[in-house]
């Protein structure tokens, strides 16, 4: 079976021009949404830069046209794991709290709350532990998975050693 015309890994110009062409001529926002959404992710997961470049501008993208779309929280958290690998820390962790400000009162959820966490500890910004601290009491109670569970239990550690406990 053929893989869809959205799920490229690669990101070239002639790439670009022929996506965004397709995607033009699918109806409906909801379904333009989502095959930006799919594209953008098959694009971060590639991790050029090239690609991640790409992904950067789809999930952009979708943020702009389609605001209200029930990707919003995905793509944000999405954007700031971009954001993360392309080296820019700050514009990241400000993706990952947008992210959590999307999800609120909806369903799905996205894992930004560790993201943020893991990228406070890594990077050493003592000064977001609290916040760090905060959103996973707010956010972590619904970890289905055992990573999501061992990361959690991580930033908690490194923060209550940096603070003596």
């Known amino acids: 079976m053929a893989k869809p015309w959205y799920a490229r890994t690669s990101w070239s110009p002639d790439d670009r021009e022929d996506f965004l062409a397709r995607l033009r001529a699918v ?13 953008a992710g098959h694009l971060l ?7 991640l470049a790409g992904a950067r501008e789809l999930y952009e993208l979708l943020l702009a046209q389609f605001p209200d779309s029930s990707d ?11 954001l993360e690998r392309q080296g820019e820390p700050d514009r990241a962790l400000a993706a990952y709290v947008r992210a959590l400000d999307a999800q609120l009162g909806r369903t799905r959820t996205t894992n930004a709350h560790l993201r943020f966490g893991l990228l406070a500890v890594e990077t050493g910004r ?3 532990y609290d916040v760090a601290q905060r959103l996973i009491d707010e956010f972590g109670q619904a970890l289905i998975y055992p990573a999501e569970q061992y990361q959690q239990c991580a930033i908690r550690a490194v923060i209550a050693a940096q603070r003596g406990e």
């Open 27 to 39: 109806a409906g926002d909801h379904e333009q949404a989502a095959i930006l959404r799919k594209q």
């Open 126 to 128: 003592i000064e977001l």
């Open 72 to 82: 919003t929280a995905y793509a944000h958290a999405a954007l700031g794991e971009c």
């Open 45 to 51: 997961k590639a991790r050029t830069p090239e690609s």
